[in-house]
């Protein structure tokens, strides 16, 4: 059993950056691939990105290529998400997942097994 807790979010303006956490708790955290979804009202959940167990493959969503970066340090099982020139339409809740295969490039949040609980991202025009 994974439990991720995000924390991060708030309330930033446009072209301003923040930076989210997804703490996991377990001893396979090093062995999942992780991933980050958002969800804006009324919408579908949405891949943003995802990395792979080892931090040496990632993959990002055409919407958040060049602006945003997933990483992670596994001695502190954390992954994060670094985000630059944020717009509007990033406003959003952020979940952070896992996978328990080393790497998944699906979109889907089917591909994976565990969520956290979401942290509210808005930002302000």
């Known amino acids: 059993q994974v439990q991720l807790i995000e924390s991060g979010g708030g309330l930033v303006q446009a072209g301003g950056s923040l930076r989210l956490s997804c703490a996991a708790s377990?001893?396979?955290?090093?062995?999942?691939?992780m991933g980050w979804f958002r969800q804006a009202p009324g919408k579908e959940r949405e891949f943003v990105a995802t990395?792979?167990?080892?931090?040496?493959?990632?993959l990002y969503a055409d919407s958040v290529k060049g602006r945003f970066t997933i990483s992670r340090d596994n001695a502190k099982n954390t992954v994060y998400l670094q985000m630059n020139s944020l717009k509007p339409e990033d406003t959003a809740v952020y979940y952070c997942?896992?996978?328990?295969?080393?790497?998944?490039?699906?979109?889907?949040?089917?591909?994976?097994?565990?969520w956290g609980q979401g942290t509210q991202l808005t930002v302000s025009s």
């Open positions: 990395i792979s167990w080892s931090g040496g493959i990632t």
């Open positions: 997942a896992a996978s328990i295969t080393p790497y998944t490039d699906s979109y889907s949040p089917a591909a994976y097994d565990y």
């Open positions: 377990g001893r396979t955290f090093s062995k999942y691939a």
